[in-house]
């Protein structure tokens, strides 16, 4: 039996491709969500401090800078000391902070040398005409900064502005720090579930396994000698199924074997009657032999000796053809032996003269058998000659000439029946062979003829074929030869 095809992707790979792509989407968009998530929670809570940060510094600067108004501070010295309590901030570790006027000049800085510069820029201008906290991402000396500004102003009048610049790269640091715990949890999960994905297709198709391993060993024999599965779900459904489908087969495949062997008994015995005419013709000569033999001893029983050689003679020529007759018409399995060539070919055109008696068919052998054997059953090869050569004589309505041609080529033994009658229609030539397929009229022919030939051919690991001619009808058998 030959060993089952692989597939290139079986059940169980499937299932764990898919599961594991799902797994994959499924962890990505977790990750992308939870991610995206913290960030956007980590710059809320930025925004919220820096917020809160200048929210709380704007009132003591707002007054700082009416004190200074009103002359009872020196000028810019509660202004810096609020802006290095902004820069000292431990946990928003601000980048700079700075105090303007209505016109952007620079009151304090963290960074002295910058000190009475204009800031003309649209931040700065925004800053001073909003009502509210203003939060804007901008680049500072190379680097993401958050810059958080509150206008000073009480009751509509406007002092100036504070801005406060906190750096992102402690926020990025998080980040990263979060994607990569999220990419090593997707990938520890997607692992596990790979793991149990492996476990559980390996669980549910090694079921399916054992079926088809089950269907590769099932031949005619074993039909209905399938267990039925104990399971109670899908898959045992399937086996138990599969069970009663053998049965069912197995009883079909009985049934038409019965048939069929029914069908070629009845081919047999319909061709041992075509020859039953030419089978009489042969006895009645042997038989008025021994009757003329028989007169003559009856007159002159001393001439017994004489006679009794004859009479053995003709009664061994009568029982030789009555078990070729009996041999030709019994069924049975293939029983192969060493046959002669020579003596094959005899037998052959010994019981294609009976079927052709009393016809006017010119039965003709060409060719030589060279001194070779062959392992055969020959009762079958002639029967599978005789259907050919009948099938000839059908075709030649009774009238015409048949050519029997044997030879060896190479490791084959060959022999072809011709005929030089209408020869086979091309568009039926794909279907001669096929099972009750027949041109005859009705009652005439049962249509397993050449399919019993052939199929008896192909039990010898033989061939039989139709040979494209130019008129008539050839039909070629090749056998191997065997030593």
């Avoid at 809570?45 to 200048?54: H, I, K, Q, S, Y």
């Avoid at 009751?155 to 994607?179: D, F, N, S, T, Y």
């Avoid at 009845?266 to 030419?278: D, H, K, P, Y």
């Amino acid at each position: 039996m030959s060993s089952p095809v692989k597939p290139l992707y079986s059940l169980r790979t499937k299932f764990m491709l898919f599961a594991c792509s799902l797994v994959v989407l499924i962890s990505v968009a977790w990750g992308s969500w939870a991610w995206t998530h913290e960030r956007q929670m980590l710059r809320q809570r930025l925004e919220d401090a820096g917020t809160v940060l200048v929210s709380s510094m704007a009132i003591p600067i707002i007054n700082a800078l009416l004190y200074e108004e009103l002359g009872l501070v020196s000028e810019g010295g509660l202004l810096d000391n609020f802006v290095i309590d902004i820069m000292d901030n431990p946990q928003l570790r601000p980048a700079y902070a700075l105090v303007t006027d209505t016109r952007g000049k620079i009151l304090a800085h963290s960074q002295i040398n910058l000190f009475g510069e204009i800031m003309a820029d649209s931040l700065t201008r925004t800053v001073l005409a909003a009502s509210s906290v203003v939060v804007q991402q901008r680049f500072w000396q190379g680097q993401k900064i958050l810059d958080v500004g509150s206008p000073l102003a009480i009751h509509g009048k406007r002092w100036g502005g504070l801005r406060i610049g906190l750096p992102l790269a402690p926020l990025q640091k998080q980040l990263r720090a979060l994607a990569v715990r999220i990419i090593s949890f997707c990938c520890l999960f997607a692992a596990g579930a790979l793991l149990l994905f492996f476990f559980v297709g390996s669980r549910l198709t090694r079921p399916l396994r054992g079926l088809a391993q089950m269907m590769e060993r099932v031949d005619g024999e074993q039909f209905a000698q399938i267990p039925e599965s104990r399971r109670r779900d899908e898959l045992g459904l399937l086996q138990n199924s599969f069970s009663r489908m053998l049965k069912r087969l197995h009883k079909s495949e009985r049934e038409r074997d019965e048939s069929i062997g029914r069908l070629l008994e009845n081919e047999r015995l319909v061709t041992t009657g075509q020859i039953v005419a030419g089978v009489a013709h042969e006895i009645n000569n042997p038989l008025a032999g021994i009757s003329g033999a028989l007169a003559i001893l009856q007159r002159k029983p001393e001439m017994l000796e004489r006679y009794l050689p004859l009479l053995q003679n003709e009664v061994e020529r009568i029982a030789a053809i009555v078990a070729q007759l009996l041999d030709l018409s019994r069924a049975g399995e293939l029983n192969k032996e060493a046959v002669e060539l020579q003596t094959l070919t005899d037998e052959i055109m010994r019981i294609c003269h009976l079927a052709t008696k009393g016809k006017k068919i010119d039965l003709q052998l060409t060719g030589q058998a060279p001194a070779l054997s062959i392992r055969c059953d020959s009762r079958k090869i002639q029967q599978v000659i005789l259907n050919l050569v009948i099938n000839a004589a059908d075709a030649l309505d009774n009238c015409g000439q048949i050519r029997l041609r044997s030879y060896v080529e190479g490791d084959d033994f060959c022999f072809q029946v011709i005929d030089n009658g209408p020869g086979v229609p091309d568009q039926l030539k794909q279907q001669i062979f096929t099972p009750f397929f027949t041109t005859k009229a009705a009652g005439k022919g049962t249509g397993i003829g050449l399919a019993f030939s052939l199929s008896t051919i192909e039990k010898h690991g033989g061939v039989l074929h139709l040979l494209e001619t130019d008129s008539g009808a050839c039909f070629e058998i090749r056998i191997p030869l065997e030593s």
